[in-house]
């Protein structure tokens, strides 16, 4: 979900007006996405593990937004049998935020229709050393030796273990990489980058990237036949 900030500068606003229409693209797209059954799993990438490195009123001003986010939109969610979870060390977010998140995810626990991950203080790295650190703890405990760690093994141990391979990851905003999401799960995910800033992609700019991927031929490593 990139480009909230290049959005409000080229209208000569302020930068969390950005990123309120972020939030406004989020519900529209999840909206769209829930009532075309179009995936049955869709993951966000809101906050990284890097983004504190940005002015703390933004920091702080992103975190009221999200949490007014997981606020208003869980009994829509409960509705629409949607069930959000967040990914990330949600220990280091805001005590509000923290309930929030805590009580949208219980409330939305038995959603069938649509799973949304939304990434809070995640980062790749962070998650792979998550991982490692489990691992470690494992082995410590006499529960896990070098011969048995392999990598399905290592992919229980994560913080994305209950989740699915991604398929198609969307990247907006010009920006052509990973920027720290997924590394261990998108060892296979198919990529489609617009310049398309996010408060702009729209239920036609999913299709197309949809399309894209459907139109892609996937080997996993394998020989095409």
Same mark, same amino acid.
């Given at each position: 979900?990139?480009?909230?900030?290049?959005?409000?500068?080229?209208?000569?606003?302020?930068?969390?007006?950005?990123?309120?229409?972020?939030?406004?693209?989020?519900?529209?797209?999840?909206?769209?996405?829930?009532?075309?059954?179009?995936?049955?799993?869709?993951?966000?990438?809101?906050?990284?593990?890097?983004?504190?490195?940005?002015?703390?009123?933004?920091?702080?001003?992103?975190?009221?937004?999200?949490?007014?986010?997981?606020?208003?939109?869980?009994?829509?969610?409960?509705?629409? %049998? =949607?069930?959000?979870?967040?990914?990330? +060390?949600? #220990?280091?977010?805001?005590? *509000?935020?923290?309930?929030?998140? /805590?009580?949208?995810?219980?409330?939305?626990?038995?959603?069938?229709?649509?799973?949304?991950?939304?990434?809070?203080?995640?980062?790749?790295?962070?998650?792979?050393?998550? %991982? =490692?650190?489990?691992?470690?703890?494992? +082995?410590? #405990?006499?529960?896990?030796? *070098?011969?048995?760690?392999?990598? /399905?093994?290592?992919?229980?141990?994560?913080?994305?273990?209950?989740?699915?391979?991604?398929?198609?990851?969307?990247?907006?905003?010009?920006?052509?990489?990973?920027?720290?999401?997924?590394?261990?799960?998108?060892?296979? +995910?198919?990529?489609?980058?617009?310049?398309?800033?996010?408060?702009?992609?729209?239920?036609?700019?999913?299709?197309?990237?949809?399309?894209?991927?459907?139109?892609?031929?996937?080997?996993?490593?394998?020989?095409?036949?």
């Amino acid at each position: 979900m990139d480009g909230n900030g290049r959005w409000a500068n080229a209208r000569g606003l302020p930068r969390m007006e950005g990123h309120r229409q972020g939030i406004k693209a989020v519900e529209r797209l999840v909206r769209f996405v829930g009532e075309e059954r179009l995936v049955p799993h869709i993951s966000l990438f809101a906050f990284s593990t890097e983004n504190w490195s940005r002015p703390g009123a933004e920091v702080d001003s992103l975190f009221d937004l999200l949490e007014r986010f997981m606020r208003e939109r869980a009994p829509e969610f409960v509705d629409r %049998g =949607v069930r959000l979870h967040v990914l990330g +060390a949600v #220990e280091a977010l805001p005590p *509000a935020l923290r309930q929030s998140v /805590a009580e949208i995810e219980a409330r939305t626990q038995s959603g069938s229709a649509l799973n949304l991950s939304v990434g809070i203080n995640f980062g790749g790295r962070w998650s792979i050393l998550t %991982g =490692v650190k489990r691992a470690m703890q494992l +082995a410590q #405990e006499g529960k896990l030796s *070098a011969q048995d760690l392999d990598e /399905a093994t290592f992919s229980r141990l994560l913080p994305t273990a209950n989740l699915p391979e991604p398929d198609l990851i969307v990247r907006t905003g010009e920006e052509k990489r990973i920027s720290n999401f997924y590394l261990w799960e998108a060892a296979y +995910a198919e990529f489609h980058f617009t310049a398309t800033l996010w408060p702009d992609f729209s239920e036609e700019d999913l299709l197309l990237a949809i399309q894209d991927f459907q139109g892609r031929r996937r080997r996993f490593g394998r020989v095409a036949s």
